[in-house]
């Protein structure tokens, strides 16, 4: 190749870039002649205060909404919940009942029933004797329908328990003197372990049927079952229903003094007698004795007769065994 061909290439490439930049140049210079905005930009980069409006660029730095955010953000006012444990106390229902505390030799229910819920803790006993005295069983059955029909009756720091029917075998057995006995024929008030005899002499007792005193004292799952239960309880009061005539027998070998107090309190509401009628029986293994014995005031009341439940008298009675005092 000729160094002069060369050359000459070298030149129409030079001319050539250089008429692109020139024409480049002007095009340009055009451009910003035409845009005084973008020639304005070039010149002076700092932005021009066009006319009276104030620098809204200072607008952008009033996020003060941002800080109260963080304000809202404390949540100090939460620990109100840790009050709402309170009521994990659930409050004990004014009455409960039937509570089984046992089963009878043939295996029925021993039933209470619970009312009020005071530290003061009473007991009434019914059905002792079973169908033979089985008004009362109907006593307790209406006492317990008053009283929860009457809650009011119970004073706020008494509990009261009554157990309908200590004997139910013998109740369900007959309702007359065969009925007496529990399913072994144990007369339960000879079974208890106060002064208890195999053997008693029958002049002036209860001799329409043969009754026994049980294998030994308290081998009557009745007795161990209210046994227990009593045991399980403190009890400073305890009325246990009979039938009929005699009155109110106030236990404990030798008897009670408080037994005694509580005696004269239901004696001066009702016409049953005090001091009971004495026919000369002798008492062996008899529960309001071990109960008196134990430091619980306990009373074997008589009701008048076989049929009647004296129940306006013996509600005078009750009220006056919820608000005695020793
Ligand atoms: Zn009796």
């Known amino acids: 190749m000729a160094a002069s061909s060369s050359r000459k290439l070298r030149r129409f490439v030079i001319g050539f870039w250089a008429f692109n930049l020139c024409l480049g140049l002007l095009v340009t210079a055009a451009w910003l002649w035409k845009n005084p905005a973008a020639r304005a930009l070039i010149i002076s980069p700092t932005p021009i205060p066009t006319g009276t409006d104030p620098p809204t660029a200072t607008a952008s730095f009033v996020p003060t ?8 953000a404390v949540p100090s006012d939460t620990p109100t ?6 009521p994990t106390s659930t409050p004990i229902p004014f009455s409960e009942g039937p509570i089984v505390i046992g089963t009878s030799v043939e295996g029925r ?3 209470v029933y619970r009312f009020g819920t005071g530290a ?3 007991l009434i006993v019914a059905g002792m004797h079973g169908g033979a005295e089985y008004n009362t069983i109907q006593l307790a059955d209406e006492l317990i329908a008053y009283l929860g029909d009457h809650p009011e009756i119970v004073p706020p720091e008494v509990t009261l328990y009554i157990l309908r029917a200590l004997n139910p075998d013998g109740a369900a057995r007959s309702h007359d003197y065969l009925g007496r006995t529990n399913a072994n ?3 339960l008030n000879r079974n208890w372990p106060a002064n208890w005899q195999k053997s008693w002499n029958p002049t002036g007792c209860w001799t329409l049927t043969y009754v026994s005193a049980g294998s030994g004292p308290a081998s009557e799952p009745e007795t161990q079952a209210l046994m227990a239960f009593i045991q399980a309880h403190h009890f400073d ?3 246990n229903y009979h039938s009929a005539a005699l009155g109110i027998f106030p236990g404990g070998i030798p008897i009670s003094e408080a037994s005694k107090r509580l005696a004269e309190a239901v004696a001066a509401v009702s016409t049953y007698p005090y001091p009971p009628i004495n026919t000369g029986c002798e008492y062996t293994g008899g529960m309001v004795d071990w109960t008196a014995n134990q430091g619980i005031p306990s009373l074997d009341v008589e009701l008048t007769d076989h049929t009647d439940t004296d129940f306006e008298m013996n509600l005078k009675v009750l009220q006056v065994f919820l608000n005695w005092k020793q």
């Open 120 to 122: 003061t803790e009473r």
């Open 109 to 111: 229910p021993l039933e």
């Open 185 to 187: 024929l144990v007369d």
């Open 81 to 86: 919940p840790t009050l709402t444990p309170t």
């Open 237 to 239: 009061g305890l009325i």
């Open 65 to 72: 909404a941002t800080f109260t955010l963080t304000a809202t």
